[in-house]
DNA sequence: TTGAATGCAAAAAATTTGCATATTG
DNA sequence: CAATATGCAAATTTTTTGCATTCAA
């Protein structure tokens, strides 16, 4: 794996805006100047992090994918249906519906990687 | 809300096919035979009966949403990667963990329009 | 009859691919 | 040096839109 100059601005894009679609991933690293990073090698750079590990992605949405510095706190995704607000809560929450769904289906769960949707607090009241 | 055949086709392919996408159900509406129903019909029925409530759709991975009958035994999705296999589970498995959500975050979560992923029994062994 | 819905064709949006060139290790 | 990754352009894929025509109520 090697590093490469597009690989370090997607990356350091994603630290600076976790949550990314590939959209605004391409947007912010050319917005920052410098040598124009095409879409495809963006695509392409996310697929490698991705691969070693050092960023994950999420669906927040009907949209596209997510992208942020893979965490090892693993969390579950909020997403407020009405306001769009992204919020984070350990993933171990779901550790007793995890055991669950295991003891009654044997389907080990990763809670992580969609979202949950519903209303925020803010926008309930 | 008029009551066409288009409609009525696209619903009865959600009948025949739950969680098809719209790609899957244009291409059934079509095999039947008969009047060929253009893609944009298609997703204008699909728009049309969610409006109504006979029809949600679901999230189940990386691709398009994908349809089915509304349900009033709303219900967990499980999708496993490996096989794609789609199980289903009451919604009030996650009874504990909604409540916890609103106790934690005030956010009254919608556990069923995202399926959770993970590995079925069968993959896992 | 008449407004809602369709069918068609074209546009838009998002992602992928092939290939020659440049770059990392 | 050699294999990997990039940049570019074109092709795909998926969904949306405008508009004249048709049809359900």
Do not use: K
């Not at 590093?3 to 917005?31: D, G, K, M, Q, W």
């Amino acid at each position: 794996m090697r590093v490469t100059a597009p690989r370090e601005r997607v990356y350091a894009a994603l630290t600076e805006a976790p949550h990314s679609t590939p959209e605004e991933i391409i947007e912010r690293v050319n917005a920052a100047g410098g040598t124009p990073v095409p879409p495809s090698s963006v695509y392409r750079a996310l697929e490698a992090l991705e691969e070693i590990g050092l960023v994950t992605h999420t669906h927040l949405d009907h949209r596209a994918p997510t992208y942020h510095p893979a965490d090892h706190n693993r969390h579950l995704h909020l997403v407020c249906r009405s306001c769009g607000v992204v919020l984070e809560s350990p993933a171990s929450i779901a550790d007793p519906l995890v055991a669950e769904l295991e003891q009654e289906h044997g389907f080990v769960a990763d809670v992580t990687h969609m979202a949950i949707q519903g209303e925020c607090r803010r926008c309930r009241s």
